[in-house]
Nanobody
Framework: QLVESGGGSVQAGGSLKLSCVGSGYTLPLHMAWFRRLPGQGREGVAAIAADGRTRYADSVKGRFTIIRDDAKKTVYLQMNDLTPEDTGMYFC????????????????????WGQGTQVTVS
């Protein structure tokens, strides 16, 4: 089970840090953050492998950073320089398989999901 926190309302240019805590024995091999923008489906935002390799959507590169702390069974998403276009519901997800270029942003590849945390940028 994954539980997200840290969402909220912020002005454009501000920052938020999302957290995702896993309740299992260990975090899944590959962890990711997705978001659902208003009127759209879920899209991959960032992912991190067990060895620390990361991937980011082009729209967030240079602004968002994904970090995992396996000792705390927690994955973070540091979001800086937020814009209104970042407004949406953010979800944490885990996958048993390895992180690959073709799978990291695919929702069906991820077996475990959190309930989401809302981010609103005005």
């Amino acid at each position: 089970q994954l539980v997200e926190s840290g969402g909220g309302s912020v002005q454009a240019g501000g920052s938020l840090k999302l957290s995702c805590v896993g309740s299992g024995y260990t975090l899944p091999l590959h962890m990711a953050w997705f978001r659902r923008l208003p009127g759209q489906g879920r899209e991959g935002v960032a992912a991190i492998a067990a060895d620390g390799r990361t991937r980011y959507a082009d729209s967030v590169k240079g602004r968002f950073t994904i970090i995992r702390d396996d000792a705390k069974k927690t994955v973070y998403l540091q979001m800086n320089d937020l814009t209104p276009e970042d407004t949406g519901m953010y979800f944490c997800a885990g996958a048993r398989g390895a992180m690959t270029p073709g799978s990291w942003s695919v929702t069906s590849y991820h077996h475990s999901w959190g309930q989401g945390t809302q981010v609103t940028v005005s």
